[in-house]
Each structure stands twice: as C-alpha cells, then as structure tokens.
C-alpha cells in the first residue's frame, strides 16, 4: 500500500482524514499531486466521489465528470440555474449525495467558477441548505499556474454580472467556506536544480533576464532530429499536431494497419484515452497512454517509443536507450459511475463502460493541453504562440531535463503571461497554510462539534411538536388516542431524553477545556460509554415502541399525509440517533460516528408504517374476529359508493370515526343507533336503516364486545386515564400484576413496562415488585457484564427472570448514580 512520504503530504492526508476542513492542495509540476490523489483513494475510509472538469481528467484521475456526477448543464450557470436539471436527479444518487464525506476535484485550475457554485447548488438542495456544498467536505486539487478553464466571451457574458473572475476561488460558495491551503514542495520530475530555477522563476513569473537567456540557449535553428531519438513536439494549437503527425506517418512507406477500438457500455468520445480507430505503421513514433500496472512497471503514461513490428495480436515498441523491445497488447480503461452498495451501504465504482484498446497514439506531436500531468525525456516546444496564461510553463515542464528539451522558437519575455488576481490569489494561499498546531485544533474541533451533535435532540424535539401540532389542529378528523400518545411521548422525550442531553452538553465543555481530544479523553470516554447506552436503550425501548403504535387514520387525506410525514420524520431522526449512540458503546471515534450516521441514513425503512398498518386492522376487528374488519369494510364501500353518486366526500356522508365506532358495538336498532357519536335524528331518518341493514348482515359472526351504552348528550366524557398510571393505581390497590394484566386485557409484559417507568421516576421502589435478592441478583449482573442488549442480559440470567423485571432494575439504577 502507498504511504504518504513527506510533511506537506502528511499534513495534508491528516487534514482530510481527521478533520472535516475544506484543502486547497497545489504544487508545482511534478510535485505528485496525482499520485496523492490516488493515495487518498486507497487510504481514506471517508465516503469519497472524485470529479475532474474534463472526460479525460476524469479517466486519469479514477472519477466521474463534475457535469455527469451533478448532472449539470453545459454552458454558463447564472446563480440558481444548476437547481433545475438538479431535480432531474434520481433517488440513488440522492442517497449518495446525502451520505458523501469527501468530494475531490482534480484539476481544479481548469474549473470555472460557475461551475463550483453548480456543485454548491446540487449539493444544498440533498443535504444542508444552510452550510456551502451541503456540509461536504472538499479536496481540491491543481496549480493555478497551469491551464485556465476555457471561457467563451459569450459565455462571460452572461456570467460576468455575477463573478469577479472565472476562476475557481470566485465562486460564491468557496467565498463563504473557510479552506486551508497546502503546497507541496519536493518535485519528483526533475532533479537538475538549474532546470528547477528556470521553470520556478517562469512559474511564479519572476525569470531573470540571465535564465531567460540560459533557457533560449536551446533555441536550436531547423532541429531535425532523427527518428531514433524519440523526440515529441509540444504546440500550442491542435491542428499544428495533428498536422506534424499526418506528415510523419504518410513518409513512412510501411502500410498502414488499423485498430478499431471495443467499446461496451456507456464511454463517451470526448473521454476516448486515444482514438477509436487507431492507425499505425511500423517505424511510427508512438506514446503511452496508460501506466502499466504490471508489477514489471515497464512503461508509463508520455513514455515514448518507435515501432518495429505489428502482427495479429501485438504491437512491438522499441523505447530509445532500452535494449528490450516491448509486446503491447490491448488494455482496458473502464467508465465509472457512482452507486450506493445495497449489501454494504458504501459508495462504490461502478462500471458502465470499458474502453479497450491498445494504449498508444501517434507521438511526433501532441498539444500543451493534452500534455498536462505528462513526462517525456526528449521535447521539442513550440511556444511562440502561447495564448494562455500557464501554458509556457506547463510545457517546460514536461520536460524531465534540460539538455533534453529543444526550443522551436526562442521564449520571449512577454509569452509568459502574468496575472495579478493570480498572484495576488497565491499570496492569499502563502497566509492560508496550517501548521501542526492548527491541526490539533482542528481535530478538537472537528470531535467537538460531533459530539455536541450525537448530544443534541433539537431536531427531533422540532419534528415531535410539529407532528403534536398537526394532531391537535385537526383533532376533529383524527382518531382521539393519537393527541393522547404525542402528549405521554413528549412527556416521555423532554424528561428522559432531551432534559438529560441539554445536561450532558452542559458538562462538555469541561471536558474541553483539558488540552486532550475527545478521542483520547478517557473519563470524557467512560461518560460517552455510559450515556450512549442509556440513550440508545431508551429510544429504542421507551421512545419508538409509543411512536409505532400512533395512528395517523383521517378522512382528511392532506392532514393524514402531513401527520404521516411528520412521524416518518420523527421515527428516522430517532433510529440514526440510535444507531449514532450505539456506536458509542465501545467509545466515541469520531470515523466511526460519521460511518454510523451515514448508514443508518441509508438503512432506515419506517417501521411505524407497518406497525400502524396492523393496528388498524386490530382496531376494526372485534374480539380477535376478523368480522368487525369486514363490517368496518363494508361501511366504508357503502360510505364511498353514496358519496359518489351525489358527488360529495366520503366523511360528509359517515365520518370514519363513526364507521370505527359502528364496528365496534354495532347497533341492530334505531336507539341504538342513537347512541353513535356522528348520528343524529336526521341522519338516522336518512341512512339509518341502509347502515343497520349492513351491520345485521354480519350480526350472526360474532357477538358484540359489549352493549351500547347511552350516554345522555347533557354530560361529557370524563377524561381518560393514561394507560400508564391506570396500572400504577391497581397496582397500588393491591392487585398483582398478573390481576392487573387479566383485568385490563393487555399482555403482563405491557403492565410490567408500565411499571417500571415509575422505578425510573421514583414513583414505586424496585423492592415493591421484586423480592430483594432477586432484584440485587439481577443488578449485580447487569453492573458487572455491561451487557447491551434486554436479550444478551436475559440470556446471562436465571430463567425465572422476565424482561420486564430486568428493566425495571435497569431503570431502577438509572434513577441512582448512573443517570448521565
């Protein structure tokens, strides 16, 4: 595996890696900025998509098009312009979007500013609208001394209005981002430290007039070097390469043999490494277009060679001061997109093309462009009409020598162009670059901020009032239990969960305050331990099981949308804390906390939906028959089917709190029918005999549960006692749980829970429902394995313990010291 080999490199990898702080990287020509690249790839464990501005960007640097990725349109991008094709976007590549960590832009110098504010777009509207680039974290990576981004003069056009510059640090978005900079410093190119001073002093456009000279004394008059030599011309225009290339190979007398490319799949032309039909000849000057990734190593991408033989499988490559002729064959260069995997929820490679080909083009020509990130040993520049800021320098700087390079025309002076908004932007980059020591503090920050996070329930405590808000606006649509359990669940969450976590976060700042990370804080660890396990146990226990069992039925199809959102809401702002808190169990670590979050982001299926499902089913049955399930059907057929034929809502005619109620006792005659919340005389005298001639049709299924009852319309129902403290009064009656359970026909577990949320408050003392040996067995345990679960402490117990009595000791000690 790679390793990251110098300080700034170093430096830089412990800044992606360990903080969440956006990096300028840069460096000269030949500072290893690809290779870095690369490294990061291998060796991050964040979530990562890699973009490059070109097809061929893309292909080198292992990544996707920044246009494909964000699927952006071409052209200019006035402010807002990216937010329409954005909706285009698919559900997979939202979650992806939503769970990335890192984005790395590779040749950031050729990205337009415009283009960065399109990312920013994308990436706000699936993740945080108020942070820049949605809270991702981002690598960008060039030299802004190399190629410009390409902007029409139409083009500016419309975008001058909006930007200073093109350039990449104009965007809007970057301007509000704090990033740091880094520069590595060790080139690896070259290693003749007078060649390093001439290509450094064009670089940062203060070449004394003596190098100046020194470089132009390789001005050589009508160079016509032989063949043998391997020379390649570097020019500033495509058509003068192509050119040079045609001429050469017509010369050649040796016939022409062509190669059709295989492409399979998606692999657009302007990402083709080199040409779809590929004609050769032997004596053909050729390069490389791809490293070889053999553990041989014998060529790599600007490697240039002549060739001696082709037959049908192979061509034969002779490299100049090489005594071994090279066998090429075909090679594959693969298209890839981004895709969430379903088995493992990370952000993986996916295939969609292969390009296979034999890696090679014709050599005696190529653009300054097409050159960038190239090494050649012998070029010949043609420079003299550079018409770009950058390109003088990067095809100097191809060059591995200096005796290796040949000037087709002298350099003048005023070919290598000069920007002030660049210079004054590297400057800016001088007074950006970190030290260890910010480093560190970014490392505490980074955990900080994490840990207030996993600590905060202000999202969750927003999304519970909105849906108790929605509950009690339309109570009269809505079943009445639903007003009941957002109230004992907001009860519930602002005493045991939000209460204790405002207190937590008040003691960390404490812990701050130590000159230690979080991460390496262990009485601030033992806290996260103790703490994580409470919260996860209690959402998982106490929160979502009241959640679940919410019912959301309405005839107001708007409010029961809304409340539905609302929940679904709730329930998965609940399940990622869980999981958040879970993967405190062990201690907090801070990759691990992201890998968390972002997968249970990715997993979550609503599990209220289906809980609620079957509890609709039990509310319209009765006594465990599935009679009052066809009743409730049928009323709701009849209901709909009158509503249509006088064009009116189906809640006008029988609203489905009255069909829920029908169920339930159902009424045989006209005073009992009475009694029905919903019915009055005129109702009655108009449907009342259709609606009893339904509900006799399933009279002889199943007896009523219980006679309707009259209730005289002069008196109100008396409140309802939560079910909860129900059980606390017949318990502190004298009845057993048992009694307590047969007397209110729900499951002795349930009576047991409701118990024990009383140990927890100090309502009832945990020796009133266990016997003192049993309940001090079991906390023994319980203090002494740590276990993490209900089911792993039940496994490790006696087997006349219940669950139930297993959390009321639980909360029993809870109530005591252990409370965070």
Same mark, same amino acid.
């Given at each position: 595996?790679?390793? =990251? ?135 960008? =990576? ?196 981004? *895709? ?235 399940? =990622? ?171 002795? *577990? ?71």
């Amino acid at each position: 595996m790679p390793a =990251i080999v110098n300080e700034k490199r170093q430096l830089a990898y412990d800044f992606i890696l360990h903080t969440n702080r956006n990096v300028f990287l840069t460096g000269k020509a030949g500072t290893g900025k690809t290779t870095f690249l690369h490294e990061i790839k291998q060796l991050s464990s964040k979530r990562l998509a890699v973009v490059a501005p070109t097809g061929v960007a893309a292909i080198n640097a292992g990544g996707v098009t920044i246009h494909s990725l964000f699927q952006l349109p071409f052209g200019p991008l006035v402010p807002g312009a990216a937010g329409q094709e954005s909706k285009k976007i698919n559900r997979e590549k939202i979650k992806l979007f939503r769970t990335l960590d890192l984005l790395i832009v590779d040749e950031i110098s050729m990205v337009r500013a415009d283009v960065l504010d399109g990312i920013d777009e994308v990436l706000r509207r699936y993740r945080h609208r108020s942070e820049p680039f949605g809270g991702v974290q981002l690598l960008l =990576i060039g030299d802004m001394q190399q190629l410009p981004p390409v902007i029409r003069d139409e083009d500016w056009a419309f975008l001058k209005p909006h930007y200073e510059t093109g350039y990449f640090f104009g965007s809007r978005a970057l301007r509000k981002t704090p990033y740091i900079a880094i520069e590595l410093q060790h080139i690896y190119r070259q290693s003749d430290q007078r060649f390093i001073d001439i290509l450094n002093g064009i670089r940062e456009k203060r070449v004394t007039r003596a190098q100046l000279d020194d470089l132009n004394q390789r001005y050589i008059p009508d160079f016509k070097p032989d063949d043998s030599e391997g020379y390649i011309t570097l020019s500033t225009h495509n058509t003068v390469a192509q050119q040079i290339n045609n001429q050469k190979l017509g010369a050649l007398t040796n016939p022409v043999h062509t190669f059709e490319a295989t492409i399979e799949g998606e692999f657009p032309a302007h990402a083709y490494p080199t040409e779809a039909r590929l004609e050769l000849k032997v004596g053909a000057q050729v390069m490389f277009v791809k490293n070889d990734i053999s553990r041989d190593k014998l060529f790599y991408n600007g490697k240039i060679g002549r060739i001696t033989d082709i037959d049908d499988d192979f061509i034969y490559v002779k490299c100049p001061k090489e005594t071994e002729t090279l066998v090429v064959d075909r090679l594959e260069w693969t298209n890839i997109r981004y *895709s969430l995997d379903a088995t493992t929820n990370e952000i993986k490679e996916e295939p969609i093309g292969k390009f296979i080909q034999y890696p090679l083009k014709l050599a005696w020509a190529i653009t300054i462009h097409k050159s960038q990130g190239l090494t050649f040993e012998k070029a010949i520049i043609d420079a003299s009409s550079a018409f770009a800021h950058g390109q003088v320098y990067v095809a100097l700087s191809r060059c591995k020598t200096l005796d290796g390079l040949v000037l087709r025309t002298p350099i003048p002076s005023h070919s290598i162009k000069t920007e002030m908004l660049l210079e004054e932007f590297h400057e800016q980059v001088q007074l950006q670059t970190p030290d260890e020591q910010e480093l560190w503090n970014s490392k505490q920050t980074t955990q900080e901020n994490l840990l207030l996070d996993l600590f905060s329930f202000d999202r969750s405590d927003y999304l519970l009032n909105k849906a108790l808000r929605l509950a009690r606006e339309n109570a009269s649509s809505l079943d009445e239990g639903i007003d009941q359990l957002l109230t004992q669940l907001k009860s519930l969450f602002s005493e045991k969960a939000a209460g204790l976590a405002i207190r937590f976060r008040r003691q960390l700042p404490a812990y701050f305050a130590e000159s230690l990370l979080p991460e390496e804080n262990q009485p601030l660890q033992e806290r996260i331990r103790k703490a994580g396990t409470y919260f996860k146990d209690l959402i998982h226990h106490e929160l979502l099981p009241v959640l679940y069992v919410c019912p959301t039925e309405s005839d107001n199809k708007l409010v029961q949308e809304s409340l539905r959102e609302s929940l679904d809401e709730l329930e998965k702002e609940l399940f =990622i804390k869980m999981h958040c808190f879970d993967s405190c169990r062990t201690g907090f670590d801070a990759l691990a906390y992201l890998k968390s979050r972002n997968e249970s982001d990715l997993i979550f299926q609503p599990n209220r939906k289906s809980k609620e499902r079957r509890k609709t089913g039990d509310a319209t049955e009765s006594s465990g028959s599935k009679a009052g399930t066809s009743l409730y059907k049928a009323l709701t057929k009849w209901r709909d089917d009158l509503a249509g034929e006088n064009d009116s809502a189906g809640y006008m005619v029988l609203p489905r709190k009255t069909i829920l109620e029908l169920s339930r006792i159902r009424p045989t005659t006209t005073e009992e029918l009475l009694t029905v919340k919903g019915f009055g005389k005129t109702k009655v005298k108009m449907i009342g005999e259709e609606v009893l001639a339904i509900i006799r049709a399933f009279s002889d299924e199943e007896p009523r549960t219980s006679p309707p009852m009259p209730v005289p319309a002069s008196k109100e129902k008396p409140p309802k006692t939560p079910s909860p403290a129900l059980s606390l009064t017949l318990f502190r009656e004298g009845k057993s749980v048992q009694a307590i359970a047969q007397e209110r026909t729900i499951a002795v *577990s349930t009576v047991e829970g409701h118990l024990a949320q009383f140990v927890s408050t100090g309502d009832l003392s945990i020796h009133d429902l266990i016997p003192v040996e049993k309940a001090e067995a079991i906390r023994a345990y319980l203090e002494t394995h740590l276990p993490k679960t209900l089911t792993e402490a039940k496994s490790g117990l006696d087997d006349t313990v219940t669950y139930g009595e297993i959390r009321m000791v639980y909360n029993w000690i809870l109530a005591g010291k252990e409370k965070p």
